[in-house]
């Protein structure tokens, strides 16, 4: 069953993510614009985090908010769950480009070529 999830819940999910990616907290303490006694306390689970700085830190660690309430093997709770909880950098960086395009037949061209080549990948 799905249960909330408490700051050292959370605090934990931070660390593994940092320790996965090779981050000293004061490096990652650094990025964020925090001290790194401030960093240390969201890690142990002794200080709350706002919505902001969760934001932050999910960014960070390119890893999407949703990550850090995440458990192994647990049943995502999710309304729009469409099977890809993470984005790559090549799709974040797709995406952040196809927002500054403020043509929208630019983007139908676009969305048209992406459509042709996915039915183009899909032939024998």
Do not use: C
Request: charged share 30%; proline share 3%; hydrophobic share 35%.
């Amino acid at each position: 069953m799905y249960r909330i999830k408490d700051r050292t819940f959370i605090g934990l999910k931070i660390r593994d993510r940092r320790k996965e990616l090779g981050l000293t907290q004061e490096k990652l303490a650094e990025a964020l614009g925090i001290t790194y006694q401030q960093f240390q306390r969201y890690e142990n689970g002794t200080s709350y985090l706002n919505t902001d700085r969760l934001q932050a830190i999910s960014n960070a660690l390119d890893v999407p908010i949703t990550y850090f309430f995440e458990e192994k093997g647990e049943g995502r709770v999710s309304i729009m769950d469409r099977g890809h909880p993470y984005m790559s950098p090549e799709e974040r960086e797709f995406v952040a480009w196809l927002r500054k395009i403020d043509n929208s037949d630019y983007k139908k061209s676009i969305l048209t070529f992406l459509q042709l080549a996915v039915r183009k990948g899909k032939r024998p």
